[in-house]
């Protein structure tokens, strides 16, 4: 069974940083599809960021590019979001997502089969 668990999620003031989390179970991060999609209120879901390829591979959202960071810890089988240089905008509740297939070029995180149950990141100016 694939589980999928986030943290890290905390109200900031614009220009912080943020890391979140995602511990994973039932699957290996490193040989599927990971990544990171967020939700604001009465906003449609937005992926972030994924990588695929054992992490040799990776796509980032024009709106994060340069700012977040994707990586994994594979002793851990844990997930991580480097968030820098916060924005207004940021804020959202941002979700862990995975999927079995090991390519996920063309396959955004919002359709990847298993999600966490999200942790909220608020970024204040």
């Known amino acids: 069974q694939v589980q999928l668990v986030e943290s890290g999620g905390a109200s900031v003031q614009a220009g912080g940083s943020l890391r979140l989390s995602c511990a994973a179970s039932g699957l290996p991060i490193n040989r599927n599809c990971m990544g990171w999609f967020r939700q604001a209120p009465g906003k449609e879901r937005e992926g972030v960021a994924r990588?695929?390829?054992?992490?040799?591979?990776?796509w980032y959202a024009d709106s994060v590019k340069g700012r977040f960071t994707i990586s994994q810890d594979i002793a851990n089988n844990t997930v991580y979001l480097q968030m820098n240089t916060l924005k207004p905008d940021d804020t959202a509740m941002y979700f862990c997502?995975?999927?079995?297939?090991?390519?996920?070029?063309?396959?955004?995180?919002?359709?990847?089969?298993?999600r966490g149950q999200g942790t909220q990141v608020t970024v204040s100016s």
């Open positions: 997502a995975a999927d079995w297939r090991p390519d996920c070029a063309f396959r955004d995180a919002t359709d990847f089969p298993y």
């Open positions: 990588y695929w390829g054992g992490g040799a591979s990776s």
